[in-house]
């Protein structure tokens, strides 16, 4: 079945210490996008890449930085983690912007 | 604006059906969207409907659209315990970039 992969589930970290997030999709869609959830909120968009081309939200902060070597894969690098990056990341695809966006599993960041 | 409301505590029992509501601003929106996120997991796409569609019906689910009130609905015919999740609304808006913006979520709570 064609789906969005993330890889770990579960990741724990030391605070300042870089991590970063994997995920992985066979839907051959264009366009592979990060969310940030905080217990209790909604997913929170931290940049999306359409193609190669990385688009960054204003708000995200310099130490959250994201790279895709190829279409399938996507990760999230964060530089120097602190105790508020402890969260839930969604990674998510889909075919250009307008459509539906097909989510993994999510990865939960602890952060001690 | 991009506001997108719920309510944060639906309480039903089982068999009964649901209906959670969702609230926007922006009436430029496209395709709205209505996700289930159970405990710990990613977001699973329930059902969506367009812009300019009044309601649509899937199975058990029944989604309702009244773009005059910007108010957008899901009804869950014969609730069951297996439907206990957070369901968030979603919009994606044409003239903000084709960004995905989500409510605050509602949790549903079935008890028998």
């Known amino acids: 079945d064609a789906m969005v992969i993330q890889n770990p589930r579960y990741q724990v970290t030391q605070f300042g210490k870089p991590v970063t997030l994997s995920c992985s999709q066979t839907?051959?869609?264009?366009?592979m996008y990060w969310y940030q959830q905080k217990s209790s909120q909604a997913p929170k968009l931290l940049f999306h890449?359409?193609?190669?081309?990385?688009?960054n939200e204003a708000d995200t902060p310099d130490n959250f930085q994201s790279r895709r070597p190829n279409t399938s894969f996507c990760f999230l690098d964060i530089r120097s983690p602190g105790l508020g990056d402890a969260a839930m990341y969604l990674c998510?695809?889909?075919?250009?912007?307008?459509?539906?966006?097909?989510f993994g599993p999510g990865t939960r960041l602890t952060v001690l | 604006g991009e506001d997108v409301e719920q309510s944060l505590f639906l309480s039903v029992r089982e068999g009964d059906s649901s209906v959670i509501n969702c609230t926007y601003t922006?009436?430029?929106?496209?395709?709205l969207y209505w996700y289930k996120q159970e405990p710990g997991a990613g977001l699973q796409l329930l059902t969506y409907?367009?812009?300019?569609?009044d309601m649509k019906q899937d199975q058990r689910l029944t989604v309702l659209l009244n773009k005059k009130d910007k108010h957008l609905s899901l009804r869950i015919a014969d609730t069951q315990t297996g439907d206990s999740a957070i369901y968030f609304c979603?919009?994606?808006?044409?003239?903000?970039?084709?960004?995905?913006?989500f409510g605050t979520g509602t949790q549903l709570k079935v008890e028998l």
């Open positions: 839907l051959n869609h264009n366009v």
């Open positions: 979603a919009e994606i808006l044409t003239g903000g970039g084709n960004k995905l913006t």
């Open positions: 922006d009436s430029s929106s496209t395709y």
């Open positions: 890449y359409y193609d190669k081309d990385f688009n």
């Open positions: 409907i367009f812009s300019n569609m």
């Open positions: 998510a695809t889909s075919r250009d912007i307008p459509n539906q966006r097909f």
